[in-house]
């Protein structure tokens, strides 16, 4: 009988916990730790939620960021080391970083990117230096974003969308 009553009082506290990790995720959701997906609207046009700070459709960094985020997201369950997820996202958005390199060269008229001090730390940059940078801080904090909030991959039906044409993450 003794016995019984530890596994029933094991169980039950197998079940209380299980339910408190269940109401920690939906919290973290809940709070706006994990940043939302972009959809498509009925033009075929991807559209970027409205959020402080998000970065309009139009901008060249933004295909990039979209890739990122997802990919980010998708490859956070791994049990890698973050900075080494980082890593995979960035190579798997490469099409993208290209993309946003490739603009930005034809905006400033020229192959040779220009240098000049970083606002960030004054050391010469350039152009092409400063988005491969931006691609791995943001590669970063979205698989840690994703860690911490445990949020999810992007929906499969939403995934074909603007993923930086590496694929479908998920």
């Known amino acids: ?31 706006g730790i994990c940043k939302p997906f972009t959809t498509a609207n009925a033009q075929g046009n991807t559209a970027a939620t409205a959020l402080p700070g998000a970065v309009p ?23 890698d080391p973050a900075n080494l997820v980082a890593d995979a996202t960035v190579a798997a958005c490469a099409q993208a970083l290209t993309g946003w390199n490739q603009s930005s060269l034809s905006t400033v008229g020229t192959n040779a990117p220009v240098e000049a001090p970083s606002l960030l730390n004054g ?18 904090f979205y698989v840690v974003q994703a860690r911490a909030g445990h949020c999810g991959p992007p929906p499969a039906a939403n995934t074909a969308q603007n993923n930086g044409g590496a694929g479908r993450p998920g």
């Open 123 to 140: 050391q010469p940059t350039n152009p092409l230096a400063e988005h491969h940078a931006f691609a791995q801080s943001r590669a970063l």
């Open 57 to 79: 459709a139009a901008e060249p960094s933004a295909a990039l960021d979209d890739c990122l985020h997802r990919w980010g997201y998708t490859l956070a369950a791994s049990s």
């Open 1 to 31: 009988m003794r016995g019984q009553t530890l596994i029933a009082l094991t169980a039950l506290a197998a079940v209380g916990l299980a339910g408190c990790n269940n109401a920690n995720r939906a919290n973290a959701s809940a709070n």
